[in-house]
């Protein structure tokens, strides 16, 4: 079975910094996916980032990017410019790109935590 | 805007007394999941459906089961809650649950269950 883990619980950054979050995973398949959640405080999980892993080539989304280590099962997040609204959970996810691969396998977690 | 959405935001049962969360989808997407989420952790699927095909998690407990009777609507029971089972239920949906397109998982705002 796969897992996800997240090893740091929570990290501070002051705002317009940059901040990493890390995050390890355990699998056994060559074709996958891995993403990173964002969870606010009382509001709705959303997408900030997505990467294949039959792609080499570290995903961005704006301020957000990836350093995706396939042979090192290494994903983790780089927020650049850190905005106040960056504040929340984040979670590291892996999803098999299989048949059956419907599940989403969540880290831990880390709560991020932005000061002005 | 084309949204996953969840009634109540807050529910409150007694220990015991059977309840119904509600999730509702704009997206007509195939695929409905619900998560059980507790404090500070990471969500643990119990159990999607795929269309009208249900996929119930390994260690799902009996005490929760799930109607969908169209492809917009998907109700979460829990037949006699327990204070274990206050948490965050979140509901989410996705296009598919395989393939090469990573079919991301679009997340509704959650309803976070009380048991007293």
């Known amino acids: 079975a796969q897992t996800v883990t997240q090893s740091q619980p929570e990290m501070s950054v002051q705002e317009a910094e940059t901040v990493t979050l890390s995050c390890t995973y355990d699998t056994s398949e060559s074709d996958y996916y891995l993403f990173w959640y964002k969870q606010p405080p009382s509001r709705q999980m959303i997408l900030v980032i997505r990467?294949?892993?039959?792609?080499?080539q570290n995903a961005t989304e704006n301020r957000f990017s990836v350093n995706f280590q396939k042979a090192a099962k290494s994903f983790s997040l780089k927020i650049s410019d850190s905005q106040l609204g960056d504040a929340a959970m984040y979670f590291c996810?892996?999803?098999?790109?299989?048949?059956?691969?419907?599940?989403?396998?969540f880290g831990a977690g880390t709560i991020l935590r932005v000061k002005s | 805007d084309a949204m996953v959405i969840q009634n109540p935001r807050y529910q409150v049962t007694q220990f015991g007394k059977p309840v119904t969360l509600s999730c509702s989808q704009t997206l007509n997407h195939n695929v409905m999941y619900w998560y059980q989420q507790k404090s500070s952790q990471a969500p643990k699927l119990l159990f999607h459906y795929y269309d009208k095909d249900f996929n119930n998690e390994a260690d799902t407990p009996d005490n929760f089961q799930s109607r969908r009777p169209n492809t917009s609507f998907c109700f979460l029971d829990i037949r006699s809650p327990g204070l274990g089972d206050a948490a965050m239920y979140l509901c989410a949906t996705s296009t598919g649950t395989s393939g090469r397109m990573g079919n991301e998982q679009f997340f509704g705002p959650g309803t976070r269950l009380t048991v007293l």
């Open positions: 990467q294949e892993a039959y792609k080499q």
């Open positions: 996810a892996y999803r098999s790109a299989g048949e059956y691969g419907n599940k989403l396998v």
